[in-house]
């Protein structure tokens, strides 16, 4: 049995309660927030699991064996880090830690400690990204070209963090899990209208391999869009998350080049075929998660989605903030 305790109790923690409860193998032992409000809720929803105001008492615990901190991400270093020097694994709420050198430092204790660190990737075990995954590693699609994104929505506006910390990291999550290659610089645009943090933001990502990724992040559109195009050398695919069937569809389009021999000689065929919408599982991606976490963590396995795998998505969004501050200059990773 794997006794767990959750801190942070607001938005996405009562989420997370929820499940890590209903997981098999796993007792949830405490429930911490600092707000009053949070903790009425909390007895209210849990009766049966101990809730209190001070994280003290959950670090300090004996008999807890993980953590999930599901706090601001200004506070996830410092928690973890106790956390971590107390002997407990730690789940951590996107995005991993406010720097790189935090990331790497939180690393490096859990590696010396033999410790489970993963982050709270949860579209990454959604259907559709396995779906999508599936159909890259088979090269049903091919090489790819360019890997396009838009989630845009009104709000909800963040005091501590801008877009692109916010929703960006979402994004980055999912193209670091689907894309093999690694990339190797990112440039960046963003303005901020109300609160001083960027609200809108519009991003490339370059590889080496000659593949291309935008993203467009906004918290100022009237409408909400999740949306991602991803082309290749074979096939090309759409997922659009906000529709409840058919996420996922993929077209057989593309380009062929017959004859290079010349700008005015360029001989170019077009393809066009069918299009299909794979089957797509409709598992809550936060169960499977969490489930997947206390695996890891009896089995001594290492999670995909890592401290490592958080230290990257961080290094991209430092490297868009270091971006905007220097007109969309393009800043190396």
């Known amino acids: 049995m794997i006794n767990i305790a959750v801190i942070g109790y607001g938005y996405w923690g009562p989420n997370i309660v929820r499940n890590f409860n209903a997981t098999e193998g796993t007792k949830v032992l405490s429930i911490c927030d600092g707000n ?6 909390a007895r209210k929803a849990y009766p049966h699991i101990a809730v209190t105001s001070d994280c003290n008492d959950i670090i300090n615990s004996p008999e807890v064996d ?3 901190v599901i706090t601001p991400v200004s506070t996830h270093y410092e928690l973890a880090k106790r ?7 730690v789940f951590v709420e996107k995005p991993f830690t406010a720097s790189v050198p935090q990331a790497e430092k939180l690393i490096e204790l859990a590696a010396k400690k033999h410790l489970t660190i993963m982050v709270d990737h949860t579209f990454v075990f959604t259907g559709a990204v396995r779906k999508i995954k599936q159909c890259i590693d088979n090269e049903i ?3 790819l070209y360019y890997y396009d994104s838009t989630r845009i929505n009104l709000g909800l506006f963040q005091h501590d963090v801008n877009v692109i910390w916010d929703l960006a990291s979402h994004d980055f999550a999912i193209m670091d ?8 610089s990112v440039s960046a645009c963003g303005k901020a209208h109300l609160n001083g943090m960027e609200d809108i933001a519009y991003i490339t990502v370059y590889f080496s ?6 993203f467009n992040v906004n918290w100022l559109s009237p409408v909400k869009v999740r949306t991602t195009l991803i082309g290749g050398e074979k096939k090309m695919l759409i997922w659009n998350d906000m529709v409840a ?3 996922i569809k993929l077209y057989d389009k593309g380009v062929a080049v017959n004859n290079k021999k010349g700008v005015y000689n360029l001989l170019v065929s077009y393809r066009s075929g069918d299009m299909w919408a794979p089957r797509v599982e409709q598992i809550e991606a936060l169960r499977l998660e969490c ?3 206390v695996g890891c963590v009896k089995n001594d396995k290492t999670p995909v989605n890592d401290g490592c795998a958080g230290l990257r998505i961080v290094k991209l969004l430092e490297a868009c903030d270091n971006s905007i501050k220097n007109n969309g200059n393009v800043v190396k990773l």
């Open 141 to 143: 699609l091919g090489d």
């Open 177 to 184: 899990y689907l894309v093999k290659e690694t990339p190797h």
């Open 209 to 214: 391999n000659n593949m291309i990724a935008h």
């Open 291 to 293: 489930e997947y976490f």
């Open 36 to 41: 009053q409000e949070a903790i009425t809720r």
């Open 66 to 68: 993980a953590v999930a």
């Open 245 to 247: 069937d058919e996420k």
């Open 83 to 89: 956390l971590l020097e107390k002997g407990k694994h």
